[in-house]
């Protein structure tokens, strides 16, 4: 299978759903980059930020480039001009940052809050209570350039089915509840971020808007 029929068979998988494809990018070559896009891909999802800033003068200006994986506080001036949304929001520090950052570009950054639902210690995010901290702290509520979108999690590395489903409905939980409190009237907070390329079919059933999918469009890494 090419990528392209890869990407053409999980965007069918996505049809009638509410969730889409975010293309994780990291680790290869800007030329299957080229090939996914021309296959249709406007999403790109990578976890380093050297690594996206130096693809993302190499491709078409309308990719939404998203970053997946965690982020210092010191690099996110590297992709303020450019990226899309931060799916990795762990801090009020970092998100304070992403504003400075923003606000010296003129310009609007997506953010997700990234939530800790696996069940390893290695897996960093928020609990619910941190998240409702931060949603409320004068610092968060002052902020012009940040707009939160949703959340996102990273699942246990594991084939236990009900596993998986429990910790995508405790994410799915946890959008809905911040959903409620702090974003009722605010249509740009509906992401819910979850599902890779060994879980995405079930994460879309709980309720994924964003599926991050790398090995099953682009092979092993
Ligand atoms: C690498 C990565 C993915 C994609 O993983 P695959 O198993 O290759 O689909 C998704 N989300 C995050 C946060 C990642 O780092």
Same mark, same amino acid.
């Given at each position: 299978?090419?990528?392209?029929?890869?990407?053409?068979?999980?965007?069918?998988?996505?049809? =009638?759903?509410?969730?889409?494809?975010?293309? #994780?990018?990291?680790?290869?070559?800007?030329?299957?980059? @080229?090939?996914?896009?021309?296959? =249709?891909?406007?999403?790109?999802?990578?976890?380093?930020?050297?690594?996206?800033?130096?693809?993302?003068?190499?491709?078409?200006?309308?990719? %939404?480039?998203?970053?997946? =994986?965690?982020?210092?506080?010191?690099?996110? $001036?590297?992709?303020?001009?450019?990226?899309?949304?931060?799916?990795?929001?762990?801090?009020?520090?970092?998100?304070?940052?992403?504003? $400075?950052?923003?606000? +010296?570009?003129?310009?609007?950054?997506?953010?997700?809050?990234?939530?800790?639902?696996?069940?390893?210690?290695?897996?960093?995010?928020?609990?619910?209570?941190?998240?409702?901290?931060?949603?409320?702290?004068? %610092?968060? +509520?002052?902020? @012009?350039? #940040?707009?939160?979108?949703?959340?996102? =999690?990273?699942?246990?590395?594991?084939?236990?089915?009900?596993?998986? +489903?429990?910790?995508?409905?405790?994410?799915?939980?946890?959008?809905? $509840?911040? $959903?409620?409190?702090?974003?009722?009237?605010?249509?740009?907070?509906?992401? #819910?971020?979850?599902?890779?390329?060994?879980?995405?079919?079930?994460?879309?059933? %709980?309720?994924?808007?964003?599926?991050?999918?790398?090995?099953?469009?682009?092979?092993?890494?």
């Amino acid at each position: 299978m090419s990528i392209a029929d890869n990407i053409h068979r999980i965007q069918q998988e996505l049809t =009638g759903t509410s969730a889409k494809l975010v293309a #994780v990018t990291k680790t290869h070559p800007i030329e299957l980059l @080229q090939e996914a896009y021309a296959a =249709g891909s406007r999403i790109f999802g990578e976890n380093r930020v050297q690594e996206m800033a130096a693809k993302q003068p190499e491709l078409p200006a309308d990719v %939404e480039w998203h970053l997946i =994986g965690h982020l210092q506080t010191n690099k996110v $001036k590297y992709i303020a001009p450019f990226v899309h949304t931060i799916q990795s929001i762990d801090s009020l520090k970092l998100l304070q940052e992403v504003e $400075k950052q923003a606000a +010296r570009h003129e310009r609007e950054i997506r953010c997700l809050l990234q939530f800790h639902i696996a069940k390893e210690d290695t897996k960093t995010g928020l609990s619910l209570a941190e998240a409702e901290e931060l949603l409320q702290s004068p %610092e968060f +509520r002052a902020m @012009q350039h #940040v707009r939160l979108a949703g959340v996102m =999690g990273i699942a246990t590395n594991t084939t236990d089915e009900h596993q998986l +489903r429990r910790e995508f409905r405790e994410l799915r939980g946890y959008f809905d $509840k911040l $959903k409620a409190l702090y974003f009722a009237d605010d249509e740009a907070f509906r992401e #819910v971020s979850m599902g890779m390329s060994s879980d995405y079919r079930l994460a879309i059933q %709980e309720g994924s808007t964003l599926i991050r999918v790398g090995s099953a469009i682009f092979g092993a890494r």
